[in-house]
């Protein structure tokens, strides 16, 4: 079992639950009697090109026009408020689109104000983690910010709960699967991360603060599987659980 907390049924602020990461179960309470809402209450920001497999990918690309070389920081973006649904949900596709890019991703969760902090303190400004979709229109380009794909309505469920940092032994070595209609369609690590967690954390607020409740998105990794009106996706994180929503 693990600590979590979760906004759920009529409560407006996080309670405690216990839960059991690999089987999202809930101690003491059946998954019928809950109805899910959205943990975090502040900023979400996504990390793009933080898995070394999309560089990769990209290859000879990050030397031409219009990226020239690749990234020396990290190249954010946000999902703004109107994208956050819970676990359980269902994602809409945007009318005169047929297919949606899923983007599995580790959450940090801020558990208090960080403003240029250092490596080796950047566990400390961690509260917990929690399981994002970072789903978007699919797009090929990352020299202008994705708004149009990524910013829709629900495109970013998030949950179900946010597990202390202290129940997940090694964030920065952690299995993330997505499933559509219960088959594996995609496995990785955050092993494979360009810059770890404490790094990234340290790269971003050199520039920017992080406030308590947001939340910074590790990075999605290549080749992210693609859905449709119908599918169930399933992205599970190793440690935390498993955020399922339905495309509708």
């Known amino acids: 079992m693990a600590i979590a907390k979760a906004v759920y049924n009529q409560n407006l602020y996080p309670k405690q639950l216990e839960v059991q990461p690999e089987t999202n179960e809930v101690t003491g309470t059946s998954q019928a009697e809950l109805s899910w809402r959205v943990p975090v209450h502040g900023t979400v920001y996504g990390a793009a090109l933080n898995y070394q497999e999309e560089l990769d990918v990209l290859g000879n690309a990050l030397y031409e026009k219009p990226y020239n070389t690749p990234p020396a920081a990290p190249v954010l973006y946000i999902k703004p408020v109107n994208t956050l649904t819970p676990h359980l949900s269902s994602v809409p596709v945007p009318q005169g689109e047929e297919e949606l890019q899923t983007g599995a991703a580790l959450g940090i969760v ?20 929690t399981v994002a979709n970072d789903i978007s229109l699919p797009f090929e380009s990352f020299h202008r910010p994705p708004v149009k794909q990524k910013a829709r309505d629900k495109f970013c469920p998030i949950g179900p709960w946010v597990v202390a940092k202290e129940e997940v032994a090694h964030p920065d070595d952690v299995t993330i699967e997505v ?5 594996t369609r995609q496995t990785a690590t955050t092993r494979n ?16 603060t992080l406030y308590e ?19 169930k996706v399933q992205v599970k994180i190793a440690q935390i659980g498993t955020l399922e929503n339905t495309i509708q």
Not at 223 to 230: A, D, I, M, N, T
């Open 179 to 183: 499933f559509v209609n219960g088959k």
């Open 213 to 231: 409740g947001d939340v910074l998105l590790t990075g999605t990794p290549a080749r992210p599987p693609l859905v449709q009106k119908g599918d």
């Open 193 to 208: 991360l360009v810059r770890s967690i404490p790094q990234l954390l340290a790269d971003v607020t050199e520039y920017m």
């Open 110 to 129: 801020i558990g208090k104000s960080a403003t240029n902090i250092e490596v080796n303190a950047a566990w400390d400004y961690i509260d917990g983690f």
